[in-house]
């Protein structure tokens, strides 16, 4: 178990080192933070996107069944 342990640990550190990490760029102010702000912007707009599409499918269910339930 300990051993299992130590194990994970190992390869999450070395995972770990083979991301980048904004705070080792060479880079000055805020062209430090560009991947990261690149992404987020990135998961912002998907997310958008996404919502804009269950809204509008929402929407068109909604009214397809109030059309049906209404006639008599």
């Known amino acids: 178990m300990i051993t299992k342990t130590k ?9 770990l080192q083979k991301a980048s990490w904004p705070w080792e760029s060479k880079e000055k102010g805020f062209r430090r933070y560009k991947e990261l702000t690149d992404s987020t912007l990135v998961v912002i707009i998907a ?3 996404l919502g804009g599409y269950v ?3 929402d929407f068109v269910l909604v009214n397809f ?8």
């Not at 069944?65 to 008599?72: C, N, S």
Request: glycine share 0%; proline share 0%.
């Open 55 to 57: 809204a509008l499918f």
């Open 7 to 15: 194990n994970f640990f190992n390869e999450v550190k070395v995972e």
């Open 47 to 49: 997310m958008l996107l």
């Open 65 to 72: 069944v109030h059309f049906f339930t209404r006639l008599h």
